[in-house]
């Protein structure tokens, strides 16, 4: 895996392993010992990292491109055939990393005056969208936009987006922080202000409405990733 790392990063940013532990979130010397081959990435690491150069971890792992052989140009040193599945094959994520936020840092976003870097997030997602650098994601807490959106499923939102009637939007609300609905306007009030609601999908959750509450529209969810859950 050393050498496949060394080749990919090689060709991504100049064999700089200093950017590459960062917008990993990991240390320098972690990534140092997995250049010199005396510890590899694993689980969510050996994802971020394959997602980072946009190949499979099968291939980052074993050498295995996606027809299932070891690579013609890329030696592996692991003799194990993990064939890909017919009807499948590897999908790159994109090379932006989104930071993953919380609801009270998404809150606070209009008072920021410069974005949120890789690093004030919790967490990464990797993106191949034409975002702004203000984009952001979220991890959907709660049941009001069941059933198709469920707790841990997670967002990506970009604040410089200008909602449409029916888009999925994330606002700050009265306790100043972020709340996730369906955008809906209303008309225009006697000040020339939009009057808009944010609507649940869950029939159980209130709708929220601007001219009876304060809110303000963070930003427009542009796709989310649902996580698959067993009974």
Avoid: C
């Avoid at 949120?116 to 993106?127: F, N, S, V």
């Avoid at 509450?213 to 996580?227: A, M, P, Q, S």
């Amino acid at each position: 895996m050393a050498t496949r790392l060394h080749a990919l990063l090689q060709a991504m940013n100049g064999g700089n392993q200093s950017q590459f532990a960062r917008l990993l979130g990991v240390t320098p010397q972690a990534v140092q010992k997995w250049m010199a081959g005396t510890t590899e990435p694993r689980g969510k690491n050996l994802e971020a990292a394959a997602r980072f150069f946009g190949v499979t971890p099968a291939y980052l792992k074993y050498g295995l491109e996606s027809s299932g052989s070891p690579s013609s140009t890329k030696q592996s040193s692991v003799d194990i055939q993990r064939p890909f599945d017919e009807n499948v094959k590897p999908a790159p994520m994109g090379l932006r990393p989104i930071p993953v936020i919380s609801s009270v840092q998404a809150g606070a976003l209009r008072d920021m005056e410069t974005p949120y870097p890789p690093g004030a997030g919790y967490a990464y997602e990797y993106t191949d969208q034409d975002l702004s650098d203000w984009a952001f994601a979220l991890d959907v807490e709660g049941l009001s936009m069941a059933p198709m959106f469920q707790p841990g499923d997670r967002i990506v939102v970009d604040p410089e987006m200008s909602p449409n009637p029916g888009d999925f939007v994330v606002a700050r609300n009265g306790s100043e922080q972020a709340t996730f609905k369906k955008y809906r306007p209303r008309g225009i009030d006697s000040s020339g202000n939009m009057i808009f609601e944010l609507v649940p999908l869950n029939e159980d959750y209130p709708t929220l409405r601007s001219d009876t509450e304060h809110l303000t529209v963070i930003g427009v969810v542009t796709e989310f990733r649902k996580k698959l859950r067993r009974n």
